[in-house]
């Protein structure tokens, strides 16, 4: 039978720098995968026969996570664009294959799938995302590696609310206006912190956000200035952004569950971290690869924000202990 769409009128294929944020089989052999360009905000495309072709999508291409170069043909009037093939980009991230890192990058692309759209331009979005990739690939060096990566995982989110819309307010009392209180608190559907006077009126069960906590919303925001928060503020933080990213987008994520599965079973590394940051706090990873401007350049190639030696030079077994997510799925 001919086909009806011969090769010759299809529309070229553009190569798009994207992070692949989600992936879903269909039958035996095709993917829909949904990107995050920065030209384009979210794109959704059908990968045909990719769970056969190691020549069009090999190395894990199409792995949530991972970070590339994707051939797309998008068609009009639809939201599903046809992804024909993807390329390595060697100055990309290698994600580490720790599961709690894992963890915090499965809810980063969940956010970002949750909160961007379609033919909706997102390169603040990119930008911080592929930044947060290559500090999550240079924590993996320090002495505390999932403290650091939660660390990071703070820093990203934090950001990440206010470009969705959705950032905390910390200065003010959202109620009142109050600069001063005892003690402060959180409502998920409240856009700042709450003061002890208003807690008081609200018939709710708040968040308490202990004082460390809102130091670390106050910090300007840029995700290099990640705080050091110890394990017990970030499980409060943890769980107030969760549920405030519920609240905005109308539905429960799945990564924090894993998150805190993993958390309950994996022995702290604290006191690790904690003799990290005496001895050496400019070391931290949230200081190492993030220093670098950010090339603002829509055509600059994908990830050459991250300095990739300086990535490098924390990171000498690179090619023997790091692989992508979910590389084993594939
Ligand atoms: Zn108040």
Same mark, same amino acid.
């Given at each position: 039978?001919?086909?009806? @769409?011969?090769?010759?009128?299809?529309?070229?294929?553009?190569?798009?720098?994207?992070?692949?944020? /989600?992936?879903?089989?269909?039958?035996? /052999?095709?993917?829909?995968?949904?990107?995050?360009?920065?030209?384009?905000?979210?794109?959704?495309?059908?990968?045909?026969?990719?769970?056969?072709?190691?020549? #069009?999508?090999?190395?894990?291409?199409?792995? =949530?996570?991972?970070?590339?170069?994707?051939?797309?043909?998008?068609?009009?009037? /639809?939201?599903?664009?046809?992804?024909?093939?993807?390329?390595?980009? =060697? +100055?990309? =991230?290698?994600?580490?294959?720790?599961?709690?890192?894992?963890?915090?990058?499965?809810?980063?692309?969940?956010?970002?799938?949750?909160?961007?759209? @379609? @033919?909706?331009?997102?390169? *603040?979005?990119?930008?911080?995302?592929?930044?947060?990739?290559?500090?999550?690939?240079?924590?993996?060096?320090?002495?505390?590696?999932?403290?650091?990566?939660?660390?990071?995982?703070?820093?990203?989110?934090?950001?990440?609310?206010?470009?969705?819309?959705?950032?905390?307010?910390?200065?003010?009392?959202?109620?009142?206006?109050?600069?001063?209180?005892?003690?402060?608190?959180?409502?998920?559907?409240?856009?700042?912190?709450?003061?002890?006077?208003?807690?008081?009126?609200?018939?709710? #069960?708040?968040?308490?956000?202990?004082?460390?906590?809102?130091?670390?919303?106050?910090?300007? +925001?840029?995700?290099?200035?990640?705080?050091?928060?110890?394990?017990?503020?970030?499980?409060?933080?943890?769980?107030?952004?969760?549920?405030?990213?519920?609240?905005?987008?109308?539905?429960?994520?799945? /990564?924090?569950?894993?998150?805190?599965?993993?958390?309950?079973?994996?022995?702290?590394? +604290?006191?690790?971290?904690?003799?990290?940051?005496?001895?050496?706090?400019?070391?931290? *990873?949230?200081?190492?690869?993030?220093?670098?401007?950010?090339?603002?350049?829509?055509?600059?190639?994908?990830?050459?924000?991250?300095?990739?030696?300086?990535?490098?030079?924390?990171? =000498?077994?690179?090619?023997?202990?790091?692989?992508?997510?979910?590389?084993?799925?594939?």
């Amino acid at each position: 039978m001919k086909k009806t @769409h011969p090769q010759q009128s299809r529309p070229p294929a553009d190569r798009m720098g994207a992070v692949v944020l /989600s992936r879903y089989s269909v039958g035996d /052999s095709d993917y829909i995968v949904t990107f995050l360009t920065r030209e384009q905000g979210l794109v959704s495309a059908l990968a045909k026969n990719a769970r056969q072709s190691i020549r #069009r999508f090999g190395g894990n291409l199409l792995s =949530p996570g991972m970070a590339a170069w994707y051939y797309l043909r998008q068609r009009p009037n /639809s939201n599903l664009a046809f992804v024909e093939r993807g390329e390595i980009n =060697p +100055a990309a =991230p290698n994600l580490p294959m720790d599961p709690i890192c894992r963890a915090l990058v499965a809810w980063a692309l969940e956010l970002v799938r949750a909160f961007e759209a @379609h @033919h909706n331009p997102a390169e *603040p979005t990119f930008n911080l995302l592929l930044r947060h990739f290559g500090a999550l690939a240079a924590a993996s060096d320090f002495a505390a590696p999932s403290l650091a990566a939660r660390r990071l995982s703070f820093g990203f989110t934090k950001c990440y609310l206010q470009i969705a819309g959705f950032g905390v307010g910390a200065e003010n009392c959202c109620i009142c206006g109050k600069k001063d209180s005892e003690s402060w608190y959180a409502e998920p559907s409240f856009d700042g912190l709450i003061c002890r006077q208003c807690e008081r009126f609200l018939d709710r #069960r708040l968040h308490n956000i202990p004082n460390s906590l809102r130091e670390a919303l106050l910090t300007t +925001a840029t995700h290099r200035s990640s705080p050091q928060l110890d394990e017990e503020t970030l499980n409060i933080a943890e769980n107030y952004f969760q549920h405030r990213a519920s609240v905005q987008a109308g539905r429960a994520f799945k /990564s924090p569950k894993v998150l805190r599965q993993l958390l309950e079973n994996n022995p702290s590394d +604290a006191s690790n971290a904690r003799r990290e940051s005496m001895n050496s706090p400019m070391n931290s *990873p949230m200081n190492a690869p993030m220093n670098t401007p950010i090339s603002a350049s829509i055509n600059a190639p994908i990830n050459a924000s991250i300095n990739a030696s300086s990535v490098q030079q924390n990171t =000498p077994n690179s090619n023997d202990d790091r692989i992508r997510p979910g590389s084993e799925g594939v």
